[in-house]
């Protein structure tokens, strides 16, 4: 063998080991995150991709997994889309029996959330974004916020006049109080399920036994929804004229933006519930550094970022000024109505308490159907 | 002289009769354990009760569920075979010109999934629907309601007619004309001779098609989940629905045992059915001909029954599909913009570009046509076991081959779904869709059986007596004589389960998995997350796969279904 | 080439035993008839021979291999029988060639192609059908279907062959070219034959022997002529073409003839059979082509009797006479038209014949 065919193979040799090597020096991670973050990139390159559980539509995931891809382009991730309650039973009854499950939860459900932690179910993960977020986005470094989702007022401007337009809770009750006729069986909500229940739990909360007079004259005006979709289509065709809880990331989808002029919103001035929504690594993950690498950056500033352009509400206050659908982050939020009144469900033990919920959601059908 | 290995067709009888055996308890045995369970089948320390059942019994939600469901059913079945046979009566018995073409028409339904039917129906018949739309311009009020027991009952009725209107047709075209011409002889017109003579001679197909159709709608999935949940009136299955899978922290207990009530009560509902089944084969078999009956003529009525038969078919069956072809193309369907400043082809891109939509439609097609076919051979073989052969227990396996009939899909998928808990090391059979095909295979086990035995009864045993005293064994005995005669019933049967496999897919709510999604669910999702652009789009793909699937088998490949 | 051995052969179907205790030994070679009306169990007891039924009990033997014994659990399936059988409806393979049809047990066997060619090309010569190797059996006429399930079955050179009322399918005059043909066949080759038929004319034309089947159980076995000229039961006379029949009593022994006392009182001279005893009741058979118009008897000549002729037709070859005796009305055969209402017959003692009541 020649000298040169010599060469030109150890050149070869190096330029393959240089090509393993590059991604793993090449991902950019934040300067304040730990030295040996290394390590756990290096340990998801073992792991066998990702599995999640999430009630997070595949389009609402999709830009930020562009980004996870590019960083970490050996995880291949696997997307499963539940119903919002489904998520966390399905993880239990599977983690209980050693089936394959989910190495990552997204979903809604305080109740669910305390329940899991409470049974210890949860990998207990300290990120290094935590100093980098609000006081409410993490819950004993277990539970996360993945997105803080405003529950607005939205209508049909072709069929609800701007002067009827209610300026908070307070107003709204006023005004169906006067013209009960006119709103009848035409107003639409989220249920008492999940998102509508935590909402009116915010609602009550924040304002007291007040939101519950105030129900009592807009309840039985009221026709609830399953989903925000259900609530927009619905608006659109003009069988409801008006709702006064709906999820904003909703403004953002592709019907929406269609619309255009023909859906009017504005948040609730005395007072407006942010649903945050959680997310966990599994205690039983297959692969939890691939997990830990997710959570990370969700958390961070690219992540927020990428993770609005799939419409959900993100709240890392320095990714505020990045993003520019003001109804994406909450920072428009607290400019329109001030922090004070951001009523943020979240990760107060009280939501987690199932027996309050369901008093709670009792006395709320009382309001809406008449019966509990 | 050499003879084949004499061992090999008992191997082969045993292994399909305990592979059909434990398929069906796979998810059966531990549905039923966990009934009697005081906590979730994983959780240790579990103690026997009957509480879930008292706790069933005494819930009011599953009184009013009982109620709801048998009325359901009533309505849907009655209606379905009155249509059914109604259309019988004028597709094969009267000069209804272009009867051809009408019949494929009302038989179209079959081969839609119901969920795709519903949407159409929201989309014109809803309170919001562009027909009721119309209504409401024109006369002020809409005189239906869809979300309602009886709206409910007319989709469900429409789309369970088409089984019907094949029941009644055979039993019409047995039907002696002479009877009718003598009805006419006597005086009668041909509407007094269909209604005194026709219709009464139909009766006992009439009622075991109103059997078969009342379980069908015990068991349906999609109108109950679409139309009766958002306005609270729940059925067996989508208070299991509700309770298994929606619930915060699920009662499997309690699932269990309603799975269970439901189960016993559609078993009960089959004995009644095969009661009436054997009633009826005598009736029809005494009056077996051959010969081509002869046609009433509609005379003057004829241009008023073509219209109103137009019409019917408009209503219900092509501007419902329409309306779902027109959802898929627009952004928003609203009365307040004019569709066409809509247009898009975006949620068709939305499904190009979301990989979970695209690979459910694959899974779908995948789970049709592979695993209808992998369906298919099994079950032939275990035809041919409990069917044509002295395999010892051939009188459990052709019962037990039949017994998934009385287990509605939901139930089966949520049974399969305790049964891989309680057997963890078959967990990865499960989230793949081998495990879906294999769920489906279960379900749909009697039909493909019942589709694949008549023939097998019809093929004389002394084909197979003749390779057996020739010097091949069983195996080789239907191999060469048995399944080269079969081949027009296995393709109908073949394109049987295809086509139920594609339109399939509560069976799979409890046990799929990321990546093994089915198009069914994720429509059904994309419809309550409001995205109904995209809902539509994904039901217009299927439409479009299925119908070049039945067109291509039915005119290039000339295969019958329910040959 | 073997002789086939059946003991005591049983089988229920639910609560009807439709074999009831079949004892039958067939010698190498023979040519034996199952013959019976349907459901007397000679179908069931030929699926038993091919292993297409499983006995209840007995023992089956052919040569020195035994097909089925109770006793000792043994139950060989039908594919190790190497026995030929040819169905009713011929079960040809309608998918297949002739060829095809005919070579399928030889591959079975795993023949060599050259050996297959040769008995193939061979059998196709016996049965007179070279060169329609290639049809399917649809474009065959029923009368070469029937041959190819022959040659399909001789083939491989069974050591027994069984035939399932083989020719029930031709039309009448094919039928019996067809039964000179099967005779001649099985004469050439030699395989010991079991045959069944409810056709009685078939089973004494092709028959070494006749076993006369009913209830499930033999009720007679004998050559043809034993069989047809004495039957031991009234079944057997019966069922072996049309007979009168005479209730009576026996009333005295004299040598080898015996006197038989109709119901009516006319006294007939009969043959002695064993076991008679006067005053024992018994009943006479005599065939209508065997009464005979009495000018052809002598004129002392016993069993000679006026009778009022009740109705005839011409049938051809002979009158069918319907008369009648104080007693009853019989049949009669003659190739003179009767004139009148009135005619005199004449039974002769050796046609008749005589069964003890149970």
Redesign the interface.
């Known amino acids: 063998m020649s000298q040169q065919k010599k060469a030109s193979k150890l050149i070869f040799v190096l330029l393959v080991v240089a090509f393993l090597w590059t991604p793993a020096l090449a991902v950019a991670v934040p300067n304040y995150y730990p030295k040996d973050y290394d390590k756990i990139i290096d340990a998801s390159r073992a792991e066998k991709g990702l599995y999640i559980y999430s009630n997070v539509s595949t389009d609402n995931w999709k830009p930020l997994l562009a980004v996870f891809n590019k960083l970490y382009p050996w995880i291949n991730v696997k997307l499963l889309d539940l119903g919002g309650s489904e998520v966390l039973p399905r993880y239990i009854a599977e983690s209980q029996t050693g089936t394959p499950t989910a190495d990552f939860l997204v979903t809604q459900s305080a109740p669910g959330w305390a329940r899991l932690l409470g049974e210890n179910r949860l990998l207990r993960y300290p990120s290094p974004e935590i100093p980098h977020l609000p006081v409410w986005a993490s819950r004993q470094e277990t539970v996360y916020s993945f997105s803080a989702d405003p529950a607005i007022m939205a209508w049909n401007t072709k069929i609800f006049p701007a002067d009827m337009v209610p300026k908070g809770m307070a107003d709204f009750a006023e005004k169906v109080q006067k013209k009960p006729d006119f709103f009848r069986g035409r107003l639409t909500s989220y249920n008492e399920g999940a998102f509508g229940g935590y909402s009116a739990f915010g609602f009550y909360k924040h304002h007291g036994e007040k939101f519950w007079n105030w129900l009592d004259i807009i309840g039985p005006m009221t026709r609830p929804g399953s989903s925000g979709g259900d609530q927009l289509e619905k608006m659109l065709s003009g069988e409801y004229m008006m709702s006064w809880n709906f999820s904003a990331i909703n403004l953002a989808s592709s019907t929406a933006k269609r619309a255009g002029n023909l859906i009017g919103w504005k948040y609730t001035e005395d007072g407006n519930p942010v649903l945050v929504r959680g997310m966990g690594i599994t205690i039983k993950a297959a692969n939890p550094n691939s997990a830990k690498l997710l959570l990370d950056l969700l958390l961070s500033q690219e992540g927020q970022v990428a993770l609005s352009k799939g419409n959900m509400t993100v709240y890392r206050p320095d990714a505020a000024d990045k993003i520019p659908e003001p109804t994406l982050h909450l920072a428009g939020l607290i400019k329109a109505i001030g922090e004070k009144n951001m009523i943020v469900v979240g990760w107060d033990p009280e939501y987690g308490d199932e027996a309050k919920f369901k008093a709670l959601q009792a006395r709320w059908r009382q309001a809406v159907f008449g019966k509990k | 002289m050499q003879l084949s290995w004499p061992k090999r067709s008992p191997v082969i009888q045993w292994s399909g009769a305990l592979a059909a055996i434990l398929m069906v308890a796979f998810p059966l045995v531990p549905l039923a354990y966990q009934s009697f369970l005081d906590r979730p089948i994983y959780e240790s320390g579990s103690l026997l009760t009957l509480n879930n059942y008292l706790n069933l019994f005494t819930n009011p939600l599953f009184h009013q569920t009982v109620v709801n469901s048998f009325l359901f059913a009533l309505m849907a079945s009655s209606a379905s075979v009155f249509l059914g046979a109604v259309a019988a009566i004028f597709v094969n018995r009267t000069d209804l010109p272009f009867d051809r073409l009408w019949r494929n028409i009302f038989l179209w339904p079959f081969f839609v999934s119901t969920i795709i039917m519903v949407f159409g129906y929201i989309l014109m018949y809803g309170p919001k629907g562009m027909i009721s739309n119309y209504m409401m311009q024109f006369f002020g009020f809409i005189p239906w309601n869809l979300y309602s027991i009886p709206g409910m009952a007319m989709v469900s009725a429409i789309h369970g007619a088409p089984v019907a209107f094949i029941f009644c047709s055979s039993s019409v075209v047995l039907a002696d004309s002479s009877l009718e011409d003598a009805a006419r002889a006597a005086g009668a017109g041909p509407y007094r001779a269909i209604g005194s003579v026709t219709l009464p001679l139909l009766r006992p197909s009439l009622l075991f098609a109103a059997v078969l159709s009342f379980t069908g709608a015990l068991e349906a999935f999609s109108t109950p989940v679409l139309l009766g949940k958002p306005v609270g009136i729940l059925m067996f299955t989508s208070f299991l629905y509700e309770q298994g899978i929606q619930a915060v922290r699920p009662d499997y207990g309690l699932v269990a045992s309603g799975a269970m009530v439901v189960v016993a009560l559609v078993t009960g509902m089959i004995v009644v059915q095969e009661r009436l089944l054997t009633n009826v084969r005598r009736f029809v078999t005494i009056r077996g001909k051959a010969t081509a009956p002869r046609k009433i003529r509609l005379g003057v009525m004829k241009p008023m029954v073509v219209g109103l038969v137009f019409l019917w078919l408009m209503l219900t069956i092509i501007l419902p599909l329409g309306a779902v072809v027109l959802r898929s193309f627009v952004a928003v369907l609203s009365p307040y913009i004019p569709f066409w400043e809509m247009l898009t082809l975006d949620n068709y891109e939305n499904i190009i570009t979301n990989s979970t939509n695209y690979i459910s439609i694959w899974n779908a097609l995948y789970i049709a046509v592979i695993g209808g076919a992998l369906s298919t051979t099994f079950l032939i073989l275990i035809a041919l076991i409990g069917r044509r052969s002295k395999f010892p227990g051939k009188t459990i396996l052709n019962f037990v081959a039949f017994f998934p009939r009385a287990v509605p899909s939901i139930i089966i998928g949520f049974g399969f779904f305790m049964g891989f808990i309680m057997f963890p090391f078959l967990g990865s059979i499960r989230s793949t869709i081998w495990g879906l095909i294999l769920v489906y295979t279960v379900r749909h086990m009697p039909g493909g059986f019942g589709n694949i035995s008549a023939p097998i009864l019809r093929i004389s045993e002394e084909m197979d007596n003749a390779v057996r005293v020739s010097g091949g064994d069983w195996w080789t005995a239907v191999r060469l004589a048995v399944i080269p005669l079969l081949k027009p019933a296995i393709m109908s049967t073949f394109l049987l389960l295809l086509v139920i496999f594609t339109k399939e897919y509560s069976a799979a709510l409890f046990i799929m998995a990321p990546g093994s999604e089915v198009a069914g669910v994720v429509m059904l999702n994309h419809w309550f997350q409001g995205e109904a652009g995209t809902a539509t789009a994904m039901s217009v793909v299927q439409l479009v796969l299925t119908a070049l699937i039945v067109v291509f088998a039915s005119r290039v490949l000339r295969v019958k279904i329910y040959g | 080439m073997a002789k086939l051995l059946i003991e005591n052969l049983q089988k229920r179907f639910g609560g009807v035993k439709a074999i009831d205790g079949v004892t039958l030994t067939v010698a190498d070679g023979e040519f034996v008839t199952l013959l019976g009306p349907s459901g007397c169990g000679k179908t069931t007891t030929l699926n038993c021979l091919?292993?297409?039924e499983?006995p209840d009990e007995g023992t089956i033997r052919v040569g020195d291999k035994v097909f089925f014994d109770s006793g000792r659990s043994i139950d060989l399936?039908?594919?190790?029988?190497?026995?030929?059988?040819v169905?009713?409806?011929y079960?040809?393979?309608?998918?297949k060639t002739v060829g095809a049809n005919i070579d399928?047990?030889l591959r079975?066997?795993?023949y060599s192609e050259k050996e297959i060619r040769e008995r193939v090309e061979n059998v196709m010569k016996v049965v007179e059908l070279s060169g329609l190797e290639k049809r399917y059996p649809h474009e065959l006429s029923g009368g070469q279907q029937q041959r190819v399930a022959l040659a399909?079955?001789l083939v491989?050179e069974p050591s027994i062959l069984?035939l399932d009322e083989p020719l029930s399918n031709l039309d009448a005059k094919l039928r019996e070219r067809a039964r000179f043909w099967l005779r001649q066949i099985q004469k050439r080759i030699g395989t010991t034959t079991i045959y069944v038929t409810h056709d009685q004319l078939e089973s004494l034309a092709l028959s070494d022997r006749i076993a006369v089947m009913k209830d499930g159980k033999i009720l007679q076995i004998g050559s043809p002529t034993e069989i047809f000229e004495k039957p031991s039961v009234p079944f057997v006379a019966d069922f072996m073409g049309t007979n009168n029949f005479f209730e009576g009593t026996i009333q005295s022994l004299e040598g080898d003839r015996m006197v038989f006392r109709l119901a009516n009182g006319r006294e007939l001279i009969v043959p002695t059979i064993p076991d008679a005893l006067p005053g024992k009741k018994a009943t006479m058979a005599i065939r209508p082509q065997n009464v005979q118009l009495a000018s052809a008897a002598g004129a002392e000549a016993p069993n000679v009797f006026t009778v009022k002729v009740v109705g005839g037709q011409y049938l051809g070859t002979y009158y069918e006479y319907i008369v009648n005796d104080a007693d009853g009305d019989f049949l009669f055969h003659t190739r003179k038209e009767i004139h009148g209402d009135q005619a005199t017959v004449y039974f002769d003692p050796a046609e008749c014949s005589v069964f003890l009541k149970q």
Request: glycine share 6%.
């Open positions: 091919a292993g297409l499983t399936p039908p594919e190790s029988r190497n026995a030929g059988l169905f009713q409806s079960a040809l393979w309608p998918h399928l047990p079975l066997r795993k399909r079955a491989y069984l």
